[in-house]
């Protein structure tokens, strides 16, 4: 029966499987006014708000760490928070998997601060982050492609994206998603646990057929004490 019940229990667990949370680099991402963009941060799928396609949950960011170098008129800047998620009062746009991930700092008030817009897609949701990682082109080098943006916003609540200059954006670039801990796959998990409720229904069948012999056995004796009997 324990071994039933552990069974039993690996197959729930390989209906239930999350997904694991995503660690996404930032790979080749270079502006066209000079400079780069490094670093990686990561995904929960399973967690977070509603995005913009009405679809919930939409993720939760987090362990963020971007770097921009210098060029087209910026000093270059490191990001560690994400407006609104991170920042309660930076509430001009919040994170949506699906569409965006924008960059502050942790001050209260944004206003001239240097920010950085993420566009994993441009205009068709709801293509962009999934649980699965991959590849989201962020090139900004066609209509279907992300694009990264980084300019100094223009209000405490870093509101209006149409940053005020010097603002730039990349011309080539791209972020790489991959799991950073693996986790059982269910199909595994499933493939084991009908494994051993194999298992475990042979040796029931094994042992009735063991059981058999025996029942025969008594049934044998019995008539012939009736037999004797009479």
Not at 41 to 61: L, R, V
């Amino acid at each position: 029966m324990r071994l039933a019940h552990t069974v039993f229990a690996l197959l729930i667990l390989s209906l239930n499987a999350s997904a694991t949370p995503i660690t996404w680099t930032l790979s080749g991402v270079t502006f066209g006014g000079g400079g780069t963009a490094s670093g990686s941060f990561t995904f929960d799928a399973d967690a977070g708000t509603h995005c913009s396609t009405g679809d919930s949950p939409c993720g939760m960011f987090s362990n963020i760490d971007i770097t921009t170098t210098s060029g087209g008129g910026l000093p270059g800047a490191t990001y560690l928070s994400a407006c609104e998620q991170d920042v309660a009062t930076c509430n001009g746009l919040s994170p949506d998997s699906t569409e965006v991930l924008l960059l502050t700092s942790t001050m209260a008030d944004q206003s001239g601060l240097d920010a950085l817009l993420i566009s994993f897609i441009f205009g068709v949701p709801p293509e962009g982050l999934t649980d699965a990682g991959g590849t989201v082109d962020i090139s900004n080098t066609s209509f279907f492609a992300g694009s990264v943006t980084e300019g100094t916003c223009v209000s405490a609540a870093c509101s209006d994206l149409n940053f005020a200059d010097p603002m730039r954006q990349d011309d080539a670039g791209s972020v790489v998603g991959s799991s950073s801990v693996p986790e059982p796959s269910s199909w595994l998990l499933l493939g084991t646990s009908l494994a051993g409720l194999g298992v475990v229904r042979f040796r029931g069948f094994y042992r009735s057929r063991r059981a058999c012999p025996l029942r025969e056995s008594q049934r044998n004796r019995t008539r012939l004490l009736t037999r004797a009997a009479l």
